[in-house]
Nanobody, 122 residues
Framework: QLQASGGGLVQAGGSLRLSCACS????????VGWFRQGPGKEREFVAS????????KYADSVKGRFSVSRDNVKKIIYLQMNSLKPEDTAIYYC?????????????????WGQGTQVTVSS
Protein backbone atom coordinates (compact mmCIF):
# COMPACT_ATOMS: atom_id res chain seq x y z
CA GLN A 1 0.00 0.00 0.00
CA LEU A 2 3.09 2.21 0.10
CA GLN A 3 5.45 2.13 -2.85
CA ALA A 4 8.77 3.98 -2.70
CA SER A 5 10.66 4.79 -5.86
CA GLY A 6 13.19 7.20 -7.32
CA GLY A 7 16.41 5.82 -5.92
CA GLY A 8 19.56 5.44 -7.95
CA LEU A 9 23.24 6.21 -8.26
CA VAL A 10 24.32 9.84 -8.03
CA GLN A 11 27.59 11.67 -7.51
CA ALA A 12 28.29 13.59 -4.34
CA GLY A 13 26.70 17.01 -4.52
CA GLY A 14 23.92 15.78 -6.75
CA SER A 15 20.19 15.51 -6.19
CA LEU A 16 17.48 12.87 -6.23
CA ARG A 17 13.76 12.98 -5.57
CA LEU A 18 12.15 9.98 -3.95
CA SER A 19 8.43 9.30 -4.22
CA CYS A 20 6.16 7.32 -1.93
CA ALA A 21 2.92 6.40 -3.68
CA CYS A 22 -0.02 5.50 -1.44
CA SER A 23 -2.74 3.14 -2.55
CA UNK A 24 -6.14 2.39 -1.10
CA UNK A 25 -6.57 4.33 2.16
CA UNK A 26 -2.88 4.43 3.05
CA UNK A 27 -1.65 7.93 3.79
CA UNK A 28 -5.11 9.47 4.11
CA UNK A 29 -5.21 11.59 7.26
CA UNK A 30 -1.89 10.01 8.20
CA UNK A 31 1.56 11.41 8.75
CA VAL A 32 4.24 9.85 6.57
CA GLY A 33 7.88 9.44 7.40
CA TRP A 34 11.06 8.58 5.57
CA PHE A 35 13.69 6.36 7.15
CA ARG A 36 16.93 4.93 5.85
CA GLN A 37 19.25 2.06 6.60
CA GLY A 38 22.85 2.25 5.49
CA PRO A 39 25.26 -0.67 5.15
CA GLY A 40 25.93 -2.13 8.58
CA LYS A 41 23.80 0.51 10.27
CA GLU A 42 20.48 0.57 12.05
CA ARG A 43 17.41 2.12 10.49
CA GLU A 44 17.30 5.84 11.20
CA PHE A 45 14.77 8.62 10.89
CA VAL A 46 15.17 11.04 7.99
CA ALA A 47 12.04 13.19 7.71
CA SER A 48 8.35 13.26 8.48
CA UNK A 49 5.39 15.24 7.15
CA UNK A 50 2.06 15.66 8.88
CA UNK A 51 -1.42 15.40 7.39
CA UNK A 52 -2.31 17.46 5.43
CA UNK A 53 1.30 18.67 5.15
CA UNK A 54 1.61 21.76 7.32
CA UNK A 55 4.27 20.39 9.66
CA UNK A 56 7.60 18.74 8.88
CA LYS A 57 10.43 17.30 10.93
CA TYR A 58 13.98 16.46 9.86
CA ALA A 59 16.96 14.62 11.24
CA ASP A 60 19.83 16.97 11.99
CA SER A 61 22.00 15.16 9.45
CA VAL A 62 19.72 16.14 6.55
CA LYS A 63 18.34 19.47 7.71
CA GLY A 64 18.84 22.14 5.06
CA ARG A 65 19.55 19.56 2.36
CA PHE A 66 16.41 17.42 2.25
CA SER A 67 12.81 18.53 1.91
CA VAL A 68 9.67 16.44 2.45
CA SER A 69 6.33 17.33 0.91
CA ARG A 70 3.09 15.69 -0.13
CA ASP A 71 0.50 15.91 -2.87
CA ASN A 72 -2.72 14.74 -1.28
CA VAL A 73 -4.60 14.66 -4.57
CA LYS A 74 -2.08 12.34 -6.19
CA LYS A 75 -1.45 10.59 -2.85
CA ILE A 76 2.31 10.86 -3.23
CA ILE A 77 4.85 11.91 -0.62
CA TYR A 78 8.14 13.29 -1.91
CA LEU A 79 11.61 13.48 -0.45
CA GLN A 80 13.76 15.96 -2.33
CA MET A 81 17.41 15.29 -1.57
CA ASN A 82 20.01 17.90 -2.50
CA SER A 83 23.73 18.21 -1.85
CA LEU A 84 23.96 14.48 -1.41
CA LYS A 85 26.91 12.99 0.44
CA PRO A 86 28.38 9.48 0.38
CA GLU A 87 27.09 8.99 3.92
CA ASP A 88 23.53 9.37 2.57
CA THR A 89 23.97 6.01 0.85
CA ALA A 90 21.23 3.74 2.17
CA ILE A 91 18.00 2.00 1.44
CA TYR A 92 15.23 4.56 1.94
CA TYR A 93 11.82 3.54 3.24
CA CYS A 94 8.55 5.41 3.58
CA UNK A 95 6.07 4.62 6.29
CA UNK A 96 2.65 5.83 7.43
CA UNK A 97 1.25 6.13 10.92
CA UNK A 98 -2.33 6.13 12.17
CA UNK A 99 -2.05 9.69 13.42
CA UNK A 100 -1.75 12.96 11.52
CA UNK A 101 1.17 14.35 13.53
CA UNK A 102 4.85 13.89 12.72
CA UNK A 103 6.92 11.30 14.55
CA UNK A 104 10.60 10.40 14.59
CA UNK A 105 10.79 6.80 15.80
CA UNK A 106 10.14 3.76 13.65
CA UNK A 107 7.90 2.16 16.25
CA UNK A 108 5.40 5.00 15.82
CA UNK A 109 4.73 3.96 12.23
CA UNK A 110 2.29 1.24 11.31
CA UNK A 111 2.58 0.64 7.59
CA TRP A 112 5.84 0.33 5.70
CA GLY A 113 6.67 0.27 2.03
CA GLN A 114 9.54 -1.54 0.41
CA GLY A 115 12.77 0.39 0.18
CA THR A 116 14.51 2.12 -2.67
CA GLN A 117 18.30 2.14 -2.92
CA VAL A 118 20.19 5.43 -2.96
CA THR A 119 23.91 5.28 -3.66
CA VAL A 120 26.07 8.40 -3.56
CA SER A 121 29.54 8.10 -5.02
CA SER A 122 32.42 10.30 -3.95
Amino acid sequence: QLQASGGGLVQAGGSLRLSCACSRRAGEHQAVGWFRQGPGKEREFVASVSWPGTKTKYADSVKGRFSVSRDNVKKIIYLQMNSLKPEDTAIYYCAARLYSTVAVTASEYDLWGQGTQVTVSS
